[in-house]
Each structure stands twice: as structure tokens, then as C-alpha cells.
């Protein structure tokens, strides 16, 4: 049986109405993470074993930094996409609302924590 009538088919839309943009925005954020995984890798990589006060200033510079804040928006964004498709599947009910809820606060605490940090190393090495 299906669940879907044929108008719904031919234009892409599942049961739910968004599972074709579901799968788009998590291939656009798969294939955004893979460019942005290397450079964040090199940025990181050259952070290793600094002292606090010039690791401070590696990442108070525009490019380690904006390469750090994109990996950490789009990486989250994706996890946030990734969690609900499993949540959806496994939990049902009550459960499965309360699982959607904490993913996204967890989400978006965590993007908005690592974008203050390095807001806050940049306007600190300004001081300096």
C-alpha cells in the first residue's frame, strides 16, 4: 500500500512534505563540511601546543577564525538535520518531541557558545 498519491511523487514530496528538502540540505551541509574538514584540520592542527596568549591570537585572526565559525555552524546544523531523521525514526510520541527539543537547544548552545568564544578572542586580540 502506499502512502503517497502520485501527485506527491511526481513532485518530490514524501508522506511527511519535506523529506526531498530534508535529503537536499543534508547533502549542501555533507559536501560543505567535506571542503571545510581539511581547513579547519590545518587551522586546529597549527593551534596544537601554543601558549594561551598566542593561541588567543591564532584564533582572534580572520581566517582561522571564520574557518572555525562556519565548521562549527554547518557541523552542528548538519548533526541537528542528521538527530532529527534518527529521532523521527526511533522515539514516537512524547518522547519523540522532547528528543527534537533537546537536539535543537543542544544545537544551537553549542554554535552559539563557540561563535561567542571566538567573537570574544577576536575583540580581544583588537585590544592587545
Do not use: Q
Request: aromatic share 12%.
Amino acid at each position: 500500500m502506499r502512502y503517497i498519491t502520485p501527485r506527491k511523487a511526481a513532485t518530490g514530496l514524501g508522506s511527511t512534505r519535506s523529506g526531498t528538502s530534508d535529503h537536499w540540505a543534508m547533502t549542501v551541509s555533507a559536501w560543505a563540511l567535506l571542503i571545510l574538514t581539511p581547513f579547519f584540520m590545518i587551522t586546529v592542527g597549527g593551534a596544537i601546543g601554543l601558549p594561551r596568549e598566542e593561541l588567543i591570537t591564532h584564533f582572534g585572526r580572520p581566517w582561522p577564525g571564520i574557518v572555525t565559525a562556519l565548521f562549527v555552524i554547518v557541523g552542528m546544523i548538519h548533526f541537528m538535520k542528521g538527530t532529527r531523521v534518527m529521532i523521527d525514526d526511533y522515539f514516537h510520541h512524547t518522547a519523540r518531541k522532547v528528543a527534537i527539543i533537546v537536539s535543537v537547544i543542544f544545537s544551537w548552545a553549542v554554535i552559539a557558545s563557540a561563535v561567542f568564544a571566538l567573537a570574544k578572542m577576536a575583540l580581544f586580540t583588537i585590544a592587545i
